[in-house]
């Protein structure tokens, strides 16, 4: 049992690490923290919601890793008057994103105190920008006790348009009152950007979750896919190399992308439409690989129902007919055998292409479409198995051992026979 | 069924006291019970909240982390084949609930294509008062090869998703505890001459590049021909059934001798 435990082990080992390219670039996260005047509010361990929030963010700029880049900006923090439009412009960065001079954040941190309106929308914007554009993902981390009071505009569909722009961006939302509007609009802002919701009661657990939070960042932000737009139609579609993209795709849409397979390769492809809006309850999404002339030459489909983040399906295909092309080749004569591998040589475009089934429910936005993450790979093809002719198992050694037994012994009765007539004479 | 293999098995083990050496384990090995985690093993306190940033542990690493009812959380390990894996979960509440949740563990190999669940409660509903629910999924097999237009289970990376299904909206965001474990029967290395994949089922994380059709058109590396002396090399794997074969004819000679002998002692005595 010891030796079955430890089997995988070595290949774990042997599993081809995935490459990820040195780090062009520091994680980057941005805190972004509610200062408007509900946050002194005292309901959390008997504290304000304001001091456990600087208790949080001083223990998480304490345990930060060395490389992380973190930036804090607060909204609500200044405007102390009653007009909206003046309040609803109220965000300002206190930590820029950069290496982390511990001091500083935390004195920045400590002279926060509750005041103005809840700009989250401005706030999320202010904040990607912060962030910059690059190759690797972003994360921001909100912390809001009330929900937005400036829409327009609206929070969650500012979060949908940042998440589709080209760099990629995650919102996780942390919310500190238990308040059923504003979990509705952290759970509407986490779902749009592949973030987490979290209703944080204790001091231990919004600094246990901040914490894990920024750690995850460090961790997974260079698994970042490339942004690929794909085509209508088969002509014309872009082609892949191996790797992750990831693209949109609206309702009833398909995309088209192209690979290029040589003979003796496996295409094998992956694709998962994530739920980042609300949608009727059964969905469903389908892959296919199509040959250039509309042929369909292998799918892969899922379907499911409920709460979930993504849809998944893949699939695998090889040219199984041109390892047979190859043996006819052999037999025939020089000339022509040169001409076909040369021929065989040459990739064949195999279009794949993606499609979904999901149904919008009534008053769910279109634009932009839901995100797709596609994998490509062409890997060696792994050809039919052809076994030698021979058995395996207990049984044959039986049936092997009872046959020989039995020639044994018919063998030596015939001798006897033999020798006994032979004796006779 | 198993009644038959065991009798067969001592006849055959009577029959030919020095052949067993050379037959394979695998057949013996007995089955086990609930998924222990492996002696020495560092507990894994991380969870992915993708397909691609989910984290790696492997079978019988336990796994601990704190997480929000709602999260989608992810983890891989990888399979050799011949090997049967057995993933089991717990999700513990510290928090009281508002009502029913219905919980969900499930896997998908490296292509992201759903597998089945032979065994396990995989989807299992709590009501508001239980303070905890455990999930299991035992997975198939994995197969040394099979067609690429076929689902079957195959050797390479497997993702664990656990989230929740169904819940009351006000209880989403709430602290759980969740506890993981994967476990695996049979020891693997499954005899090659019943086929085996090229590569396995590992996907590639890399950012993809998008090319011109003059580049996807142009000549390859053959970085693959260099394998072919190796394999010509290898010795037939032990259980492979050159081996078995070779066993059996041997059983077989020695039986026809046997046999011949029985009919000749009579006469000497």
Redesign the interface.
Known sequence: ?????????P??AD??T????APSEPPRVELVLDVSGSMRARDIDGRSRISVAQQAFNEVVDALPEVTQLGIRVLGATYQGEDKKVGCRDTQQIVPVGPVDRGQAKAAVATLRPTGFTPVGLALREAAKDLGTG?TTRRIVLITDGEDTCAPPDPCQVARELAAQGTRLVVDTL?LA?D?KV??Q??CIAGAT??????A?STE?LT??IK?LV??AG??YT????V?GGATACDGA????????TDRETFSEHRWY?V?V?PGQ?L?????VALDRPVNRDYGVLLRAVAPDGREL?R?A?AGS?????V???????DDDDSEDDDDGDNSDDSSDGDASAAA???RMVCIVVSNSFAPRPGTGVTPGMPI?L???V????P??R??D????????????????????????L??WWVATWREK | MSMR?TL??S??AL??AG?PALLPAA?L??P?GAPTP??GAETVT?A??????ST?I???QPVQV?A?A???LYWS????AG?VHDVAATVTFP?DRSGAS?WTLEV??G????QACTDGAQTPTVDKAAGSVSLGCTLREVRP?A???SGDPLPG?YFVRL?????P??D????VDVELLV??????GTPA?????????????????????V???A??DDE?DERGLGDLVTLPAL????I??T???I??????????????RP?RG
């Open positions: 049992m010891a030796f079955a435990l430890l089997g995988p082990a290949a774990v599993e081809p995935p490459t990820e390219p190759a919310g238990p059923e979990r509705r952290l759970l592949g973030g987490t919701y979290t209703a009661q657990e246990g979750r894990q750690e995850r961790e997974t698994r970042t896919p490339t690929v872009p082609m892949l190399a191996s790797g992750v993209y192209r290029a040589r496996e094998r492809a992956s694709v998962s292998v892969g899922d409920g709460r979930a983040d993504v998944s399906a893949g699939l695998r295909w090889s040589q040459q990739p993450e994998t490509v790979d890997v060696a093809a792994s039919t198995p076994g030698p021979l058995g395996r198992g207990w049984m044959l050694l039986a049936l092997l051992t009872v046959a020989g037994l039995l020639t044994g012994l018919l063998t030596g009765l001798t006897r | 293999t067969l098995r006849v055959v029959v030919a052949g057949a090995a007995a086990s492996s002696p991380r992915g909240t993708s397909f691609l940033t790696t492997a079978a019988g704190r929000s709602g999260d989608y390990f990888s399979a050799e090997q928090r219905t998908f190999d292509l992201r294509r759903r090869w067609e690429p237009w990376t989230s929740v299904v169904d819940v909206e006000p989403l965001g709430a602290p476990a695996t029967d049979g020891e693997g001459d019943d086929g085996e994949l090229s590569t396995p089922l590992v996907p590639n994380t890399r950012p993809g590049a998008v090319l011109s059709d580049q996807a058109a000549p390859v693959d259980g492979s059934r050159w078995w074969t066993a059996g004819g059983l077989a000679a020695v039986a026809g001798v046997v046999g011949f002998a029985l009919t000749r006469r």
